[in-house]
């Protein structure tokens, strides 16, 4: 079947580049959100454990339920929960769920300062505060998220500039309503990258710590490596004859005669049929055919055939980005730690 290997020694390094620039393993917190970017929730909450980071950031309840025993705070970015925690963190992302929490919540108000997508507006700061106090929850920080840290324009800046200003009121809000020191934080992967001196409480780290970030060549960062290599097992090889065709619709013609095997990896297991316009895998071998639901033809005789170790260049194929490759890895192949 196939199957994934995960480098530990890569995840390791990438951690260790991030922890130079957040100033310390503490600082780290984790996304291992949807199912850890494909790589296996549990696998890298063990390894991030073992390793020495303390936070993590989920999409859902269930995710942080999982991994409550690896971490000392989990931060839950995506859902309400049934019942407060003391562990786990919750996001409010609209003024009018704030009612919705129950008495007693930890949570965290995300601000949007210019993405436009979940967060209260700027100008519902004093309002969200009211009535987080109303609602008797646990007020611990305020965050908010870039939409183009990985873009080479100003706008980056421009949300720093709206997030200062954030941090400016909430302070004197926090004040006002007894909330006490709040945390802040706002750094993904991409702008942890571009600041020179960090100063948050925390970065929320993920394609980075995965080794997959693809920046601009004026931003990219040196070091980073990739932590999942895919593989697939041979199902079986035959021998083409110039001029056979393979697969559905027959859609690729041998131009002389080869050996093609099939592998035990498909659309069924989130290998993207847009890969099929002239993928090959890490090692150069080209895949011939349309991809199926439960496999794919190489032109290769292997036993065990490496499909990709880096999904930023395999999500060139599909012409999308390595988040989308990694995230639709189906989460019962078998993940392995080296």
């Given amino acids: ?3 994934i290997i995960l480098n530990k020694n890569n995840f390791f ?10 100033k310390g ?3 780290i917190a984790l996304v291992l959100k949807d199912n850890a970017y494909g790589h296996g929730l549990l696998e890298m909450a063990h390894m991030a454990k073992e390793y020495g980071v303390k936070r993590a950031v989920v999409r859902t309840c269930q995710e942080a339920d999982k991994i409550e025993d690896f971490f000392d705070y989990i931060l839950v970015l995506g859902e309400i929960p049934a019942s407060k925690s003391d562990k786990i963190r919750y996001t409010i992302n609209d003024v009018d769920s704030i ?3 129950p008495k007693g919540t930890k949570v965290e108000l995300k601000v949007d300062t210019g993405m ?3 967060g209260i507006l700027m100008s519902e700061l004093d309002e969200a505060f009211s009535k987080i106090k109303e609602a008797k929850l646990s007020l611990e920080a305020v965050f908010t998220h870039h939409r183009s840290a990985d873009e ?3 706008e980056w800046f421009w949300q720093n500039n709206n997030f200062k200003t954030v941090k400016e009121r909430a302070i004197e809000l926090s004040k006002k309503f007894g909330f006490g020191t709040l945390r802040f934080h706002s750094s993904n992967s991409a702008s942890l990258f571009r600041n020179n001196n960090f100063d948050e409480d925390m970065a929320r780290v993920g394609i980075a710590a995965y080794g997959c970030m693809d920046l601009p060549q004026a931003l990219n960062t040196e070091g ?4 999942l290599s895919l593989w697939a097992s041979k199902v079986s090889s035959r021998e083409l004859k110039a001029g056979q065709r393979v697969g559905y619709g027959g859609d690729y013609e041998a131009l002389k005669d080869c050996v093609v095997s099939n592998y035990d990896f498909g659309y069924g297991d989130g290998f993207l049929r847009a890969c099929a316009n002239g993928y090959k895998t890490s090692n150069a071998i080209e895949l011939v055919g349309r991809v199926s639901m439960d496999n794919s033809t190489f032109m290769s005789s292997e036993d065990e055939l490496l499909i990709f170790n880096d999904a930023t260049e395999a999500a060139k194929y599909a012409k999308t980005i390595s988040y989308e490759i990694l995230t639709a890895l189906k989460a019962d192949i078998k993940r392995e730690i080296i």
Wanted: charged share 30%; aromatic share 6%; glycine share 0%.
């Fill in 1 to 3: 079947m196939a199957y």
């Fill in 13 to 22: 390094n990438n951690l260790d580049i991030i922890a130079k620039s957040t």
């Fill in 25 to 27: 393993r503490d600082k």
């Fill in 99 to 101: 009612s919705r929490f």
């Fill in 116 to 118: 436009h997508r979940n």
């Fill in 152 to 154: 080479l324009t100003s």
């Fill in 224 to 227: 980073l490596k990739p932590v």
